[in-house]
């Protein structure tokens, strides 16, 4: 069955950067889109970026763009979300999704339980 | 760019059926294909309707999805409402398939 499995989230400072991971298995990873989805505590779902099937394609969210780079690994079956210049604004619950299409159909069809990134001085 | 602006909560019985909207801002709502997810407590989100009003396999049919042009919105429709069913849902759509956009979410109550 398809699993997506975050990791690497934690407390930093702002300012300071953080790497997020998410391990797919359960499925042919390099057929398909992936995405972040970011969730801040009580609050609603904000997509932040996604990643064409091969990489080749990128897409942000404007208030991530040239912050926030997602990249992907196909031989390991892993997304990435480098994130840089954090906020305290960007504390949040960060969720890998996979897209129904091989680029950015936006819809997502499986997610993972999420990262907790907190972001505090 | 557009937004989708959904009531922030309703509260329904159970047996009964609630109607969630999902107004898009600018645009027209059928120029791309709405999905709607569900969330419980503590949980990361599940589908219930993609590309307007289409149920995953495993959704039970009590969940309908549908789009009306005349009031640019989207709506999940739940009928029979079940205790289970209280939940966050939001709509999602996306933009020149280079931007997704959630609505804020509605918190349902089955009480």
């Known amino acids: 069955q398809v699993q997506l499995v975050e990791s690497g989230g934690g407390v930093v400072q702002p300012g300071e950067s953080l790497r997020l991971s998410c391990a797919a298995s359960?499925?042919?990873?390099?057929?398909?889109?992936m995405h972040w989805v970011r969730q801040a505590p009580g609050k609603g779902l904000e997509w932040v970026a996604v990643?064409?099937?091969?990489?080749?394609?990128?897409y942000y969210a404007d208030s991530m763009k040239g912050r926030f780079s997602i990249s992907r690994d196909n031989s390991k079956n892993t997304l990435y979300l480098q994130m840089n210049s954090l906020t305290v604004d960007d504390t949040a619950v960060y969720y890998c999704?996979?897209?129904?299409?091989?680029?950015?159909?936006?819809?997502?069809?499986?997610w993972g339980r999420g990262t907790l990134v907190t972001v505090s001085s | 760019n557009f937004m989708l602006t959904q009531p922030h909560s309703l509260s329904e019985s159970p047996g009964k059926t609630v109607t969630i909207s999902c107004t898009r801002s600018s645009g027209s709502i059928d120029s791309s294909f709405v999905q709607w997810y569900q969330q419980r407590p503590g949980s990361a989100p599940t589908t219930v309707i993609y590309e307007d009003s289409h149920r995953p396999s495993g959704v039970p049919d009590r969940f309908s999805g549908s789009i009306d042009t005349s009031s640019n919105s989207a709506s999940l429709t739940i009928s029979g409402l079940k205790t289970e069913d209280a939940a966050d849902y939001y709509c999602?759509?996306?933009?020149?398939?280079?931007?997704?956009?959630f609505g804020g979410g509605t918190k349902l109550t089955v009480l």
């Open positions: 999704a996979r897209d129904n299409a091989s680029g950015s159909y936006f819809y997502f069809d499986y």
């Open positions: 999602q759509s996306y933009e020149s398939l280079n931007r997704g956009v």
């Open positions: 359960g499925f042919t990873f390099s057929d398909y889109g």
């Open positions: 990643a064409w099937y091969d990489g080749s394609i990128e």
